[in-house]
């Protein structure tokens, strides 16, 4: 290889080097200031982590399952980008994976099993609102998140948190992955909002490639997120009344109540 050659494969992978965390901040940084948008408002199904999958669509990070990969380290326990750090408490010792790796807002925790000065979370998902500045010898980390689903709040709330006060279990830090659109490749939302149960039937052209059932508005299953593929043709959302709407990548759509005997579909904003 040339040195010249040499030089800008260096200055490529230099530039990766810088890119992909301004490129997360970038998304970290949209994701709080949708948050902030919908304090004391519900996102999604209600649930703490319909918050988290639609800051992360908002924001352009990965909000899909199949594209954040499977659980860990165990089912239930959502992964939601890149591992940043784990925080545990285990045999009377308090531990911090990765203490140097900052943390940043709009950064996501899955928690398992935790105690945080005295208050439980069993199982749940939040979102970094601010961080500290860190140390010489430790990384900022988490002073205040965005949650829901916490104490039967069913909207987004703020709240403050000190990671220094674990007492058991753990909490699981990821950095969102931008998300990587291509063509032919869908991936949506769609939340009822209906006051009663619904099914949406997904089309591609004349074929059913699947059928949503969504409980009612309000509740853990109201909410989804789907993604496939397709040869070129635009999928479509219909439901049992014939109502339908294409699909538009990286949109949220809501089923709705028009009015007290009918039911919709609309695309959500953003």
């Not at 399952?65 to 499977?70: K, N, R, V």
Request: charged letters at 10%; one cysteine or more; proline letters at 4%.
């Amino acid at each position: 290889m040339s040195r010249l050659a040499f030089r800008v494969v260096v200055a490529l992978f230099a530039g990766l080097a810088f890119s992909l965390p301004a490129e997360a901040q970038t998304i970290g940084n949209s994701m709080v200031g949708f948050l902030n948008s919908k304090l004391n408002a519900r996102v999604g199904g209600g649930e703490c982590s319909d918050m988290a999958a639609e800051a992360l669509r908002v924001g352009g990070g990965e909000f899909v399952p199949y594209y954040l990969g499977a659980d860990s380290p165990s089912s239930g326990d959502y992964v939601w980008g890149t591992l940043v750090t784990v925080i545990s408490y285990s045999n009377k010792v308090w531990s911090d994976s990765n203490p140097t790796a900052a943390v940043q807002p709009g950064d996501v925790i899955q928690y398992r099993n935790a105690t945080i000065s005295k208050v439980s979370y069993a199982h749940h998902t939040s979102v970094v609102n601010t961080v500290n500045t860190g140390t010489s010898t430790t990384a900022s980390r988490p002073t205040s998140v965005f949650q829901q689903n916490f104490n039967k709040v069913r909207t987004v709330q703020s709240a403050a948190i000190d990671t220094t006060k674990l007492t058991a279990g753990w909490i699981r830090i990821y950095r969102p992955i931008a998300r990587q659109d291509a063509t032919n490749r869908w991936q949506i939302s769609i939340v009822n909002n209906a006051s009663t149960a619904q099914t949406a039937t997904i089309m591609v052209g004349t074929s059913t490639i699947s059928t949503l059932n969504f409980t009612a508005a309000n509740t853990a299953g109201s909410y989804i997120r789907y993604y496939c593929s397709t040869d070129g043709t635009l999928p479509c959302v219909v439901l049992s009344n014939g109502q339908s709407l294409f699909f538009e990548n990286a949109k949220g759509d809501a089923i709705y109540n028009p009015t007290s005997n009918s039911i919709g579909i609309q695309k959500l904003s953003p």
